[in-house]
């Protein structure tokens, strides 16, 4: 059948929407990790509203404690005054997250979106060191106003924003040169030469595992070293986990397998639970330096998004078993894309980034942890052929990468083995037909 119309979409809407035009389509409702659009389509969604529906659309947990709480005239709208939903959240993430990690981190609401979390992020770590230069990394994502498109990779995006982005300076990701030099040798020797033009920086921003750069994981150990340096040149770590926190790697902080503990980690997305718009700042007390008002927003007070959150910590992650599902799931995935790749017949190798031109290299790539994956193609057109075969045939993906060259998987933490296996084989059949 067509898709339903979408006149009023393409004749008032803006012409900067997105992610309508893959998905060409009026969706209706939603439970689990299936949406429905009004014409009774399903679809299986491998988006989970990038990455905001870590527990599904609509799970029934998490519902019955917001209708509970507006069907009591719950307070909805509290700026930062002290509220029973506000207290409750509080409570919770100290009792589940924070004190099993051993994490000292004062909370701070700074607005519902990651990109003022970034904002925030950067703001603080300037107002401690009293610095302007942030240290940023190749391929980055961190939001799309100024100061966070100052330190995001993408030139697409950093173009849009009409102005030069100053005070960040872009520093090589873990694999982006092959392995060819010694972690950071780059960065030590600007920080080094008092005539590399690199002013001290307040901080360095990281994504543990960059989500719209590519689905790019920095190993353990790179992440070791990056904290290591901060604390020898006195630069603030902070943590973007916005996207790839509150379980999406397996544990509730991705930072936690590497087992560093950042200055200031930013979270939002799925810290909501229900996709209500959240998001924290997180840092050692002794970074708590601001005056009363100093930063503020009229929405950082959303008390339906603290009710959620805390039916999703309480329901998730009191007793661990989240994680270890997770990492099972991801297993069920790694092994669904290793066999997409061996199948797929290997191409010249100059179409491959970094390779040798004239060997024959693989047709496809893959990498990921805990359920986030990315499906990478040395024909860089394939990754959206692939997402609009798929679509068609009900499943939501979306790219990722500079150039749009990876198939981003990023189902919701909670689905079942059965669906996910619907999904692979929905998208191994997605490759073999745009073959």
Known sequence: MPPAPLSVFETLESEVRSYCRGWPTVFDRAQGSHLYDEDGHTYLD???????????????????????YIERDGITHGLDMGTTAKRAFLEAFQ??????????????????????????????????????????FTNAFHGMSLGALAVTGNAFKRAGAGIPLVHGTPMPYDHYLDGQVPDFLWFERLLEDRGSGLNQPAAVIVETVQGEGGINVARAEWLRGLAELCRRRDMLLIVDDIQMGCGRTGPFFSFEAAGIT??????????????????????????????????????????????????????????????????????????????????????????????????????????????????????????????????????????????????????????????????????????????
């Open 46 to 68: 491998f988006f989970a509203g990038a990455g905001a529906l870590n527990y599904g659309h609509n799970n029934p947990v998490l519902k019955r404690a917001l209708i509970d």
């Open 262 to 435: 950042p200055d200031i980690v930013t979270l939002s997305k799925s810290i909501g639970g229900y996709g209500l718009p959240m998001s924290l700042l997180l840092f050692r007390p002794e970074l708590d330096i601001w005056e009363p008002g100093e930063h503020n927003g009229t929405f950082r007070g959303n008390n339906p998004a603290f009710v959620t959150a805390t039916a999703a910590l309480d329901a998730y992650w009191a007793d661990g078993q989240l994680e270890k599902q997770t990492l099972a799931r991801g297993e069920q995935v790694e092994q669904a894309l290793r066999a997409i790749c061996a199948e797929l017949p290997p191409l010249p190798r100059q179409h491959a980034a970094g390779s040798t031109p004239g060997q024959p290299g693989p047709g496809a790539s893959y990498r990921g942890r805990g359920l986030v994956w990315g499906l990478e193609f040395a024909d860089r057109d394939r990754a959206s052929a692939v997402c609009a075969r798929a679509f068609e045939l009900g499943l939501l993906l979306e790219t990722s990468g500079p150039q749009g060259e990876v198939v981003k998987l990023l189902p919701p933490l909670t689905i079942s083995p059965g669906e996910l296996d619907e999904g692979l084989r929905i998208l191994a059949r997605s490759v073999h037909e745009t073959a």
């Open 95 to 136: 009792e589940i997250v924070l004190r099993p990690r051993d994490l000292p981190y004062k909370v701070m609401f700074p607005g519902p979106t990651g990109t003022n979390a970034v904002e925030a992020a950067l703001k603080l770590a300037r107002k401690v060191k009293g610095r302007e230069a942030v240290v940023s």
